[in-house]
């Protein structure tokens, strides 16, 4: 009743968000009802908190059925409070699930690389608390001492990042076991800087850049263990060092179970519901690009299918490098994620392209989230470090790289690709998917997210594109790799191979030749290789 009360207060509602708190104990039907009426309000930007106190079986049934924005927690849970207020977490479940800190070993020549600054800036923005990063500090490197070519102050840069700064002497493991304990409860991301010496023991080579990437040689060896008083043999290990390492396998083998009991089932059901929900959905938009038939740029075809796929798959995270209005990459329905409310499903990476392919792959290595990140092709060669690990991990990360050709607007030759795209064909297990239309971006994505232990470049274009496939045959012709697209006659003179946007000149080509009585059929190379 208060959301009809007045109009003006209807205004208000649709400028701000609103969080609407329903408290449920046993009134199905008073429920449904709410509901029904929140729904049928013109609200563009809410979500609401349904509370179950006390209700019957039927009821949390019927509860449980809900999808966003109508988010079901139950007043049983601790913490649900600190949930809403945060955003953060859909349901308690969710934060017994994950519940873990990630650590990181960095050493000097990780720290002078330029990515660490793309990524330690985000993360202190993001003010990511369960980041620990161990910074093995020996100040030696391959050429000599880090002094030749670095001077910074990792404390100060650390902190202005935004991270708090913990330094220890890493050869002393209760000062480690200290600072590990002291940052469980961090509101930052942490650094434990350890203090090293690298080739620790060793008489000749201790803390120099030979002790570096060389072996220290059979005499200096038996000088460390003199020194060290290791009288045990090579890959020996000491009973009661691998007792006590063992023992904590253990115990860590019973909390992966308890882990996946509880873990398992939740995220089976998921994945086979979005499996299910995928075949009719591509099906459906397809279906929807031949009936509006239109020409459309692919980076365009890709955002109408993305507003599709980020409504029905949660677990896709979207980002973009500071280019989401050209790359098309953010939705309808995705909300930002912030500085400590990360309950959205997209990226402001800002200009981080290297940062930003890094970060995906890691979403992807910890699993159940499948990202999506969008800059120009041309900066792919920012990309290709973590592109090329993306492949090497086996990891379903997809890369939306738009103005991929020379068609690409007032921003002139620097930014006009040429050889990028061979030289992401040349990485071993990479999708690189160059679409003729919208049907063809329809069906590179939908192989894109089935491929799941292979990464995905979806190459798009600025300029508009004819729609070349109007009937729907329901076969993902793109999963041939090539196929073809045009024939102007049964009995042709020749092939024309062509990819992308180019498709629709070759067919335009081959129209013309037709009338010189030369036929020909074109083939659209929407991959090359899979």
């Known amino acids: 009743s208060t959301l009809d009360r007045s109009s003006a207060a209807s205004d208000v509602y649709k400028r701000q968000k609103l969080t609407i708190i329903i408290p449920v104990f046993d009134n199905l039907e008073g429920l449904k009802i709410t509901i029904q009426s929140i729904q049928n309000q013109t609200l563009k930007d809410f979500e609401v908190w349904i509370i179950d106190g006390n209700s019957s079986e039927q009821t949390q049934e019927y509860l449980k059925t809900q999808l966003p924005p109508f988010y079901f927690l139950s007043e049983k849970d601790d913490g649900i409070y600190d949930a809403m207020n945060k955003g953060i977490l859909k349901s308690k479940k969710g934060k017994d699930i994950y519940n873990h800190k990630t650590y990181v070993v960095a050493g000097d020549g990780c720290l002078m690389e330029g990515i660490s600054h793309e990524s330690l800036s985000l993360a202190g923005h993001l003010k990511l608390k369960n980041l620990v990063m161990f910074f093995d500090n020996n100040s030696i490197s391959i050429d000599g001492p880090t002094s030749l070519a670095v001077s910074d102050n990792y404390k100060k840069r650390l902190e202005a990042y935004g991270w708090d700064y913990i330094d220890i002497n890493g050869h002393n493991e209760k000062q480690i076991f200290k600072a ?19 080739g620790f023991g060793s008489p000749n080579k201790s803390g120099k850049s030979s002790a570096h990437g060389s072996p220290l040689g059979d005499e200096e060896i038996q000088l ?42 939740k995220l089976k059901k998921i994945t086979d519901k979005n499996s299910q929900k995928l075949t009719k959905l591509f099906a459906d ?60 499903s997209y990226i402001h990476y800002g ?25 120009f092709l041309i900066f792919s060669d920012y990309c290709k470090p973590s592109i090329r690990l993306s492949a090497l991990m086996k990891q379903r990360v997809v890369y939306v790289m738009t103005h ?32 003729a239309d919208t049907i063809e971006t329809i069906e590179c994505w939908d192989l894109a997210l089935r491929q799941t232990n292979t990464p995905s470049v979806l190459s798009l274009t600025r300029q508009n594109l004819k729609l070349l496939r109007t009937n729907n045959d329901q076969i993902n012709k793109c999963s041939y790799g090539a196929y073809e697209i045009y024939r102007s006659n049964p009995e042709i003179n020749l092939t024309i191979i062509a990819t992308g946007s180019e498709v629709e000149i070759a067919v335009e080509a081959s129209q013309q030749l037709a009338k010189e009585n030369i036929h020909s059929k074109v083939v659209s190379l929407s991959l090359i290789h899979i």
């Not at 590990?180 to 942490?190: E, G, L």
């Not at 692919?298 to 993305?306: A, H, P």
């Not at 392919?357 to 499948?370: R, T």
Request: glycine fraction near 10%; hydrophobic fraction near 35%; charge should be positive.
């Open 180 to 198: 590990i304990k002291k940052c469980q409860n961090a509101k930052r991301p942490t650094v434990i800087a350890c203090k090293t010496t690298i």
């Open 224 to 265: 460390v263990r003199k020194k060290l008083k290791w009288k045990h043999a090579p890959f020996e290990i000491p009973k009661e060092i691998l007792q006590e390492w063992r023992s904590v396998g253990e115990n860590g083998k019973k909390e992966v179970k308890k882990w996946e009991k509880k873990a398992g089932p």
């Open 285 to 344: 938009a397809k279906n929807m690009a031949i009936k509006e038939s239109k020409p459309i740029a692919t980076r365009k075809s890709s955002e109408d299918i993305l507003n599709l796929l980020t409504v029905h798959m949660p677990e896709l995270i979207g980002g973009s490098a500071d280019l989401a209005g050209s790359n098309n990459t953010k939705t309808k329905s995705q909300k930002i994620i912030k500085p400590g409310n990360f309950a959205g």
């Open 351 to 375: 200009v981080r392209e290297h940062a930003m392919c890094g970060i995906m792959n890691g979403i992807a290595l910890h699993g159940e989230l499948i990202p999506y990140g969008g800059t």
């Open 404 to 435: 991929d050709s020379i068609g690409l607007g007032e921003d002139g030759p620097t930014h006009q690709p040429v050889e990028q795209i061979a030289g992401l064909r040349a990485i071993p297990n990479l999708n690189v998917f160059r679409p």
